[in-house]
């Protein structure tokens, strides 16, 4: 069945350092991929998506490519803030009747 | 629009006891789904529904009822708590066009000791 697997956490940096979160999925077909991020005490907001092979996701500076012939959705930020520091989750579309499927989830925090 | 809400953010419940989380959305939204989340488990889906009337189990749906009346509301029923039901609760809803991007509330935090 479907499936997303991504790293585990907790993930500490310091300001300014690269940020790369893996997560590779297991599908058929062509799923939609999404990361959602949850601050302390929140919801799970969409960060990003991607809809179809090769495509980029992009908002406030994070990026993930879906990139099918590695079945992965990578999240990479450049330079990351203490405000970044949150619950990162990869989600796959296509479980039953449009749900989705989730990753355990990764912390970040991040040090001034 | 008030997007997605849930009711109570905090509870408290003894085993045995029953009690009612409470789900709106105002998106005019077909699909509505509940989640639970524990820790080192991501999000698992409990029930959905796919419109009024029709609701499904998902992976986790022992312990749990749902019905879907109007368009707007998804409330969960728990029917007698155990102390394994202890986890943050999150309501989701999406419109069929949207390519499964949800929508999520705030979520509801209980406890059941």
């Known amino acids: 069945g479907n499936s997303v697997t991504q790293m585990e956490g907790p993930v500490t940096l310091s300001e300014e350092a690269f940020l790369t979160i893996n997560c590779t999925y297991t599908?058929?077909?062509?799923?939609?991929l999404f990361w959602y991020v949850q601050y302390p005490g929140e919801g799970l907001q969409l960060l990003l998506k991607?809809?179809?092979?090769?495509d980029k996701g992009s908002n406030k500076g994070f990026e993930a490519t879906y990139r099918k012939e590695t079945t992965s959705f990578h999240l990479e930020k450049g330079s990351v803030q203490v405000s970044d520091s949150a619950v990162y989750f990869c989600?796959?579309?296509?479980?039953?009747?449009?749900?989705?499927?989730f990753g355990k989830g990764t912390k970040l925090s991040v040090k001034p | 629009n008030a997007g997605v809400t849930q009711t109570p953010k905090f509870q408290v419940l003894k085993t045995g006891q029953s009690m009612t989380l409470q789900c709106a959305q105002d998106?005019?939204?077909?699909?509505m789904s509940w989640y639970r989340q524990d820790p080192g488990m991501g999000l698992r889906l409990i029930h959905y529904s796919v419109g009024a009337g029709i609701t499904d189990q998902g992976e986790v749906p022992n312990g749990y009822n749902v019905s879907r009346s109007t368009t707007e509301d998804f409330p969960l029923r728990l029917l007698s708590a155990a102390p394994s039901q202890t986890s943050v609760y999150f309501c989701?809803?999406?419109?069929?066009?949207?390519?499964?991007?949800?929508?999520f509330g705030p979520g509801t935090r209980l406890t059941v000791t």
């Open positions: 989600a796959l579309g296509g479980g039953s009747q449009g749900n989705l499927i």
């Open positions: 599908a058929t077909g062509y799923p939609s």
């Open positions: 989701a809803s999406r419109n069929r066009f949207s390519s499964y991007e949800q929508y």
């Open positions: 991607a809809t179809k092979a090769d």
């Open positions: 998106m005019n939204h077909e699909y």
